[in-house]
């Protein structure tokens, strides 16, 4: 079993930045791969970004390439997202993600499926 809480959401204007904490509890945090997904109003939860169990590989989204970065401390069992230079069209709730860590570890899947454990979300909101 894994509990994931994130942290770090709020209100800021456009152009500033936010940093999201995700921090893990149960066993084998670095065998599994990390993710972060958003879901604004009306639409379906989609992938942002994420992180092999090494912090080795990532891959981001396209709209977020160059001012998101995701990060990883597996002695602190946690993930965390910089995110710079944000859009009122980053507005979401923030949700981390964990995967079974059964698959090859240089792997970073980005479908919703592939992720078993999921934290409660924390609001970003970006104002114009």
């Known amino acids: 079993q894994v509990q994931l809480v994130e942290s770090g959401g709020g209100l800021v204007q456009a152009g500033g930045s936010l940093r999201l904490s995700c921090v893990a509890s149960?066993?084998?945090?670095?065998?599994?791969?990390m993710g972060w997904f958003r879901q604004a109003p009306g639409k379906e939860r989609e992938f942002v970004v994420a992180?092999?169990?090494?912090?080795?590989?990532?891959y981001y989204e396209d709209s977020v390439k160059g001012r998101f970065t995701i990060s990883r401390d597996n002695a602190k069992k946690s993930v965390y997202l910089q995110m710079n230079s944000l859009k009122p069209e980053d507005t979401a709730v923030y949700y981390c993600?964990?995967?079974?860590?059964?698959?090859?570890?240089?792997?970073?899947?980005?479908?919703?499926?592939?992720?078993?454990?999921w934290g409660q979300g924390t609001q970003v909101t970006v104002s114009s």
């Open positions: 149960g066993r084998t945090f670095s065998s599994r791969a």
């Open positions: 993600a964990a995967t079974l860590g059964l698959g090859d570890p240089r792997r970073v899947p980005f479908l919703r499926d592939e992720y078993a454990y």
């Open positions: 992180i092999s169990g090494s912090g080795s590989s990532t």
